[in-house]
């Protein structure tokens, strides 16, 4: 690249890496269609047999990799796309393409995939977008089998940056690790698999950035700005210096961070607990000293599959969690079908019903291993929550293990519908805490897309502070405990707001809590709360956004600047 290029997309891992670009499979493959005569066909459906069995034992050698570097607990990943290998949607149905159409396998396979595809990514959910990419990777693998191709192999001279249009997790679990320094992908999303390996790898990462320019080529400097989801492709020395001080920095800053405290200027203690989407990240939660998992997001056990797991296989898995954690407190969430489709409980019919209670069966079952709590998403009427409590009486009343039908665990909901915040001194009657999602809740407030990248500085709209500062004075009045589990938490400069109006607890990614502890050491509760009074004020996000940095520069400046926040 002869002049610097610079691009925006999701920060989906932070801090900040500085590497020479290494460029991985862009090329889109598009195979052609070619038919084959009868004789031909027993070959050609051996030759797809072949790749899918290679196919398979890549992932399997991903999942060993994954499992020898970070233990068992992360084998789930890989589980998913094992399990798409012996798919009779995918796999069967392209057996059954080159035999009734007499079509090659890679023809084949294309034509399955699109099909499955097709649905999914006509639901706006993140969810089923996430799914489909799902099936777009394992039909990558299953292609560079078919054309014989091998996998990239990062390149062994010097700090490197990959540059892909999108990276499989198994390319992931393999190429996220040194010489590979940071990573950054067309496509893409904070929640997808991928995104997730690179936080759990602490490899700097933005995704999403749209379609890239062809003349990047190899060995170009590249930095990754993990924190605002900026790239820049040939970088000019200055910057180039000015980023290797920053990712210097942020990984002194991280190292001091591991065991200090979430107490404010003016000693008023904050909980600090980690939101997880995998039973693999618990182990990270607690060497960044979470004080509890106050977001599980249990349906991550279901990517990939059509049906939620077993309740004894739920059972291992939340157990397994509960006791890492105990005696800290783990909040499950039942399953949150869609993060931007209100699709509750009683929506999803009687297989739904069935699906909950099986969950929910194995959450009391858990709770005997330690603290366990338990609350559901997207509730927007009183109605609703009332439902959902009367169903886990159900459960428990339909136990045979006594301990289980024992049980007292706080059931609570998921604040993240304007409704619900609205009503909250209603919702406080029934509720045993309330979680506050602002992610959801500046979605439907605002009616404005929450995968739109710009939509990450919504939380601050007033409107969006009025029904947050509702919530929270409803579950204070109450004496319902409230925690904030949204995004808004998670970012150094909008934390001080949620202090401000008077959040005392909160659930952030693992890996943003030193980063969170830093910012409650540093902010004046007071003058927090004065600057979300005043914030109430203001026409927009980005102007509250302005003030809070102006009115707090002298508690957070410094620590704002020093991380390149500001
Ligand atoms: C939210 O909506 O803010 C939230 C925490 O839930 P999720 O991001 O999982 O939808
Ligand atoms: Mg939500």
């Given at each position: 690249m002869t002049s610097p290029a610079r691009f925006k997309g999701i920060a989906a891992s932070i801090g900040v890496a500085v590497g020479l670009a290494r460029v991985v499979g862009r090329e889109r493959r598009r195979p052609s269609c070619r038919q084959i005569d009868d004789t031909a066909i027993s070959s050609e459906l051996a030759r797809f047999a072949r790749a899918v069995s290679n196919s398979r034992a890549d992932i399997e050698s991903a999942k060993q990799e994954l499992t020898d570097r970070?233990?068992?607990?992360?084998?789930p990943i890989m589980d998913v796309y094992l399990l798409m290998h012996g798919d009779a949607l995918l796999i069967d149905a392209t057996s059954d393409a080159i035999r009734n159409d007499k079509v090659n396998a890679e023809w084949a396979l294309s034509r399955v995939t699109e099909r499955l595809k097709k649905p999914l990514l006509e639901d706006p959910s993140p969810y089923f977008q996430e799914r489909a990419r799902d099936i777009e990777h394992v039909r990558e693998h299953l292609m560079r089998h078919l054309c014989g191709e091998q996998r990239s192999e990062p390149s062994t001279d010097g700090p490197a940056v990959l540059i892909a249009h999108d990276l499989t997790p198994a390319d992931a679990v393999h190429?996220?690790?040194?010489?590979?320094v940071g990573l950054v992908t067309e496509v893409g999303a904070e929640s997808s698999h991928t995104a997730i390996l690179a936080r759990t790898f602490g490899v700097p990462a933005v995704v999403g950035v749209g379609p890239l320019p062809a003349?990047?080529?190899?060995?170009d400097v590249v930095l990754v700005d993990g924190f605002a989801g900026e790239v820049t492709v040939g970088a000019s020395p200055e910057e180039r210096r000015a980023a290797e001080t920053r990712r210097d920095r942020f990984s002194a800053f991280l190292k001091a961070e591991r065991s200090t405290s979430a107490v404010t200027r003016d000693g008023v203690s904050i909980s600090v607990a980690a939101n997880v989407e995998?039973?693999?990240?618990v182990e990270a939660a607690l060497a960044h000293g979470a004080e509890g998992i106050g977001l599980y997001r249990t349906e991550f056990m279901c990517l990939s599959r059509r049906e939620p797991p077993s309740e004894e296989e739920q059972l291992e898995a939340y157990r397994g969690v509960v006791s890492a954690m105990a005696p800290r407190q783990v909040v499950f969430r039942t399953f949150d079908w869609r993060g931007d489709k209100r699709l509750r409980a009683h929506d999803l019919g009687e297989r739904g019903r069935a699906w909950l209670k099986t969950q929910i069966n194995a959450v009391l079952r858990a709770s005997s291993e330690g603290s366990v709590a338990l609350m559901f998403p997207m509730v927007a009427t009183v109605e609703e929550f009332c439902e959902a409590r009367a169903l886990v009486e159900e459960c428990r009343n339909g136990l045979s293990d006594e301990r289980a039908r024992s049980a007292q665990l706080p059931i609570g909901m998921m604040v993240e519908v304007p409704s619900a915040a609205l009503l909250a001194e209603r919702f406080a009657e029934h509720a045993d805490f309330f979680a506050v999602g602002t992610n959801d809740l500046a979605h439907y407030t605002l009616a404005f897309d929450r995968r739109d990248s710009r939509s990450s500085a919504k939380p601050l709209d007033p409107a969006v502070l009025g029904l947050l500062q509702r919530a929270i004075t409803a579950a204070s009045d109450a004496q319902t405990p409230c925690s904030m589990c949204g995004d808004m938490a998670a970012d150094p400069v909008a934390l001080c707001l949620a202090l401000g109006l008077g959040y005392r607890q909160i659930s952030v990614p693992v890996s943003v809590i030193p980063l969170a502890r830093a910012v409650i050491r540093n902010v004046d509760l007071q003058v927090a709360a004065a600057v979300a009074g005043d914030a109430m004020?203001?026409?927009?996000a980005d102007e509250v956004r302005a003030l809070v940095v102006d009115r707090l520069d002298a508690q957070l400046g410094a620590l704002w600047k020093e991380q390149g926040i500001v």
């Open positions: 970070h233990g068992s607990t992360y084998a190429m996220l690790a040194p010489p590979t003349d990047i080529e190899d060995d995998l039973p693999s990240e004020k203001c026409v927009s």
